[in-house]
């Protein structure tokens, strides 16, 4: 059996939290729809929303509720300061979180910006079958989530396992 023919079709929604960025220069957001579309992905909808937690989370709604989205990704608003409120947006919707993944992207990130990865509140979790991170903001943090972690996790034929074999059992309970 060839698992690159077996490969599944992931839908993608990017959301580029920013008070500042435009289409013209959200890069961010353009490397992870460029980095999705490569893997084999569909990308659904890129939208740029503002630093506040009520159109953060409106926008994750409306995508946690359509069918045709599997996983959103965001970049930008995880850092410290006071205008970052990203996870607290999202984490606040979780049904389930994944820990494990901010600890691994901010281990993986370690190595390319030693202690500055402390600020970032890069975090991840499901809910009603969809799954959501949040990324920092800056181009290489994003190469690296999806370099390192997503690429590999958003990939049907990774071994041992990946997240998309388990999309079907999300929403049992």
Known sequence: MNDVANKKCVNIAI??????RTDADDKSGQTLVERARKAGHRVVEKRIVKDE?????????????RTDVDVVISTGG?????RDVTPEAFEALYEKSIPGFGELFRS?????????????????GVT???FLFA???????CKDAWDMILVHQLDSTHK????????PRLKEK
């Not at 959301?15 to 500042?20: F, K, L, P, R």
């Not at 993986?108 to 991840?124: D, E, H, P």
Request: aromatic content about 4%; charged content about 10%; proline content about 5%.
């Open 160 to 167: 041992p396992c990946n997240l998309v074999e388990l999309m």
């Open 128 to 130: 009603n079958g969809t």
């Open 53 to 65: 937690i009520p159109l953060i989370q409106a926008a994750l709604k409306e995508w946690i509720d």
């Open 15 to 20: 959301m580029t939290v920013s008070d500042t």
């Open 78 to 82: 995880t850092g410290v300061t006071g």
């Open 135 to 141: 990324l920092p903001g800056s181009t290489g943090a």
């Open 108 to 124: 993986l990130s370690y190595q390319n910006i030693k202690t500055s990865t402390l600020q970032s509140r890069a975090t991840a």
